[in-house]
């Protein structure tokens, strides 16, 4: 499955220094046929004071209604940002892959503690140029697959006692089990 809607997250903090940078990142998710969630910062550049802080909403509202529109998300990290900062746990926090992206010579604004999502959710790349900037996107949305996705089922009692004997033996977890399961029976239906 392939990604259809992204958003951007970044700081209005110097703007008319970054500008460059979240256009290279909007152009580029375009130009590779992607919707953008609410591009109207960098649509819209340069706005008055006032037309921006009537489009800004409350971060908690505003990030909830994103992250339920969007595939994944973009993260600029080159200034210190509390709000992107913010933004970006409360992605992760509700699975949304993003990945971080910041000047080489700005790496050290970024919050290291993120890492701790994991590989799966997050990805931090690093770029000296937009041009660079333009190189990582194009790979990482090449190489993004889809979130997982939940779903339950019911089992029988003596079915679930199986199921958990053969997680203990194994010693992995139920999902990874009937990962395993069902890739090993699509494999033997269809790859034969």
């Known amino acids: 499955m392939r990604p259809n809607k992204v958003a951007l997250v970044a700081t209005i903090k110097n703007l008319d220094r970054n500008i460059d940078t ?68 409360m992605a992760l926090e509700n699975k949304v892959p993003v990945i971080c992206v910041i000047r080489e010579e700005e790496y050290k604004n970024f919050p290291d503690n993120l890492l701790s999502y994991g590989e799966d959710m997050i990805t931090v790349k690093t770029y000296k140029t937009v041009k660079d900037l333009a190189l990582v996107l194009e790979k990482y949305i090449e190489n993004l697959e889809p979130p997982k996705k939940r779903f ?21 977890s139920k999902a990874e089990l009937m990962r395993r399961l069902v890739a090993k029976e699509y494999r033997r239906i269809f790859e034969d």
């Open 22 to 89: 979240y256009k290279t990142i909007a152009s580029t998710l375009r130009g590779m046929g992607l919707e953008m969630y609410q591009p109207w910062l960098v649509d819209n550049y340069p706005m008055e004071q006032s037309d921006l802080e009537a489009k800004m909403k409350t971060l908690v509202d505003g990030t909830n209604k994103l992250i339920r529109s969007v595939d994944f998300i973009v993260a600029e990290f080159s200034e210190k940002s509390r709000t992107v900062f913010l933004q970006t746990i």
């Open 152 to 172: 339950n089922i019911i089992l029988r009692s003596t079915t679930l006692k199986q199921l958990e004997q053969l997680c203990e033996e194994l010693d992995i």
